[in-house]
């Protein structure tokens, strides 16, 4: 009994002692948790930084989009039209030629040697129609002798005729002007009627063309400007315009075929390339207009912050301060996205960083390193 009444006497000394230290500590640390509380509470966040622009009207042209296939104006794959070995190749591939242009030449001294005789045996019955005309004259000879040699001479004249055409089909030459594709003979080959030599296509101007749906044909002319992209030019535009109209509609598609023509001097437009094709319309639409950036787009709908002024809180000065505003949207032109309803002229939306701001915080406008939104965007990195 007296050593449990020695132990619980320790205990409480203990617990006394204990006590003495920690109640310093405690009052120390409450006081130290109460300074930090009342300093956040007079403390004032930075406001935040953002870029901004306001909403303007601007004037739009109106297009017709349609996809397209990039076309040559004459393209022919050319072949030899007569059998024969190659003896001379006479262009080199990815070549420009001009109408005329030998390209290559099959062997034809079996027909020159045929051509030579030939010419000759033309003379002599020449010769022999002169003589025969002269003795005519005198009565010497029939008129059935005089018509002989009249045919004989215009047998000999069309047989050279015929020789000269197989050495002229045996000379194969550019058709028109262009540029030529990859060669797919060799020297010494055989080539029968009909092998192919190479390509060529006529590539400046060329053509586009696209469809366009049958509601749409009313809006169409001849002479109407078109605007070209293609992906292996990007942040190039090729301008053009239609040149023809099909005169029907295609049954399965109910779409109407057009063709338009456009300048490409530096080559850049191949056929068979795809394109995006804007049809420019006469017509022009006023719209409000915004940065596309300035978007926050959400399932619930879409949404920019409004920057306006506010006075702050604490302070009572005044700030400015985001209010979130939910627009419809209409098209989209470049940068710029048209605003149906939900803004006003004049007011000056948050354009990026949307997605990290909420209303109303406090933020400070600086533009200077906000890249410049255009209508026909051309970026210097494409």
Known sequence: MNSLISSLRYLGIFVLIVVAFAGPLAVVRGLQIKAMIDAAQHTTMPPTVVTASPAANQTWENSLQATGSVTAVQGVTVAAEMGGKVAKIEFQPGSTVKAGDLLVQLDTSVEEAQFQAATAAAELAKANLGRARELRQSNTNSASELDAADAQAKQALAQVANIKAVIAKKTIRAPFAGQLGLRLVNLGQILHDGDPITTLQTVDPIYVNFSVPQQELSKLARDQAVRLKVDAAPGATF???????????????????????????????????????????????????????????????????VVEDGKDEKTGATVKKLRQQVVRLGATRGDFVAVVEGLKEGETVVTSGAFKLRAGMPVVIDNTLAPKAELNPKPKNA
């Open 239 to 305: 301008d053009g315009t239609i040149n023809a109209i099909s005169p029907e509609v295609d049954p399965t598609t109910r779409n109407v075929r057009v063709q338009a023509t456009l300048a490409n001097p530096e080559g850049k437009l191949r056929a068979g390339m795809f394109a995006s094709v804007d049809v420019v319309l006469p017509t022009k639409e006023d719209v409000l207009a915004i940065p596309a950036t300035a978007i926050l787009y959400a399932p619930y709908g879409d949404t920019v912050f």
